[in-house]
């Protein structure tokens, strides 16, 4: 591997870390806190944060995907080089591992502490509203296809440059709010296999639902972004510009 793909790589994996551990971590640890809980609106602003927060970290070196799902839709879209697709969803999915163990540690050093659901994705049964599986991947690919539609065009020629982060953040933001009862929001499949693995294998078994249809929704949206915007000058998506060495 080369040290751009490595750095890239590398990025990808710290990204994806703040994005679970930080997301994932305010619904797990603060979500419920008694009497002074953040709820819904705060876990969905959290995950919103930490997309922001690392599109302005690292943007600039991996264009700040974050997420299997994006890099497949900015693939599908003409925007993301072929060989950084398997790199960047290693590391992804990597990242958001490692994450949710860090998470698990903490969070059961409380005494009495359970995990339940521990912040993982599910439906029928396992949806947070008991929502079934057409209204779960109804809710899923229509999201992904919005968030992939917002990233690329905030991201494409024309668009204020140097400012993506905040919309795509602000739409992480948006979709939570909407979707939390139905799936606890997925739209990421990395971010859904860290918390799976540690809640158990129900959870793992619904895991296909959270890859396939975040997947699905983000190709369709890269083409239908293919033929809606101008081609891009360059093959990567970039959420903040590189600044220029004077």
Known sequence: MSDDLMRRATAEFFG??????GGCGAAVLSAAFPALGIGFLGVAFAFGFTVLTMAYAVG????????PAVTLGLWSA???ANHHVVPYIIAQ?????????VLYAIASGKPGWVP???????????????YGLVACV??????????????IGTTSKGAAVGFAGIPIGLTLVLIHLISIPVTNTSVNPARSTGPAL??????????WLFWLAPIAGAILAGIVARWL???????????VEKRAVA
């Open 16 to 21: 994806t870390f703040w994005l679970t551990f």
């Open 60 to 67: 600039h070196i991996s264009g700040g995907h974050f997420n």
């Open 78 to 80: 003409g925007r993301c």
């Open 93 to 101: 999915v990597v990242g958001a591992i490692v994450a949710a163990g």
């Open 116 to 130: 339940e659901g521990f912040a993982s994705n599910g439906y029928g049964d396992l949806s947070p509203g008991k």
């Open 138 to 151: 109804a809710t899923e690919v229509l999201a992904t296809f919005f968030f992939l539609f917002i990233i």
């Open 198 to 207: 540690f809640a158990g294998e129900p959870y793992v078994m619904q895991l």
């Open 229 to 239: 915007y101008e081609p891009a000058d360059i093959v990567d998506t970039v959420i």
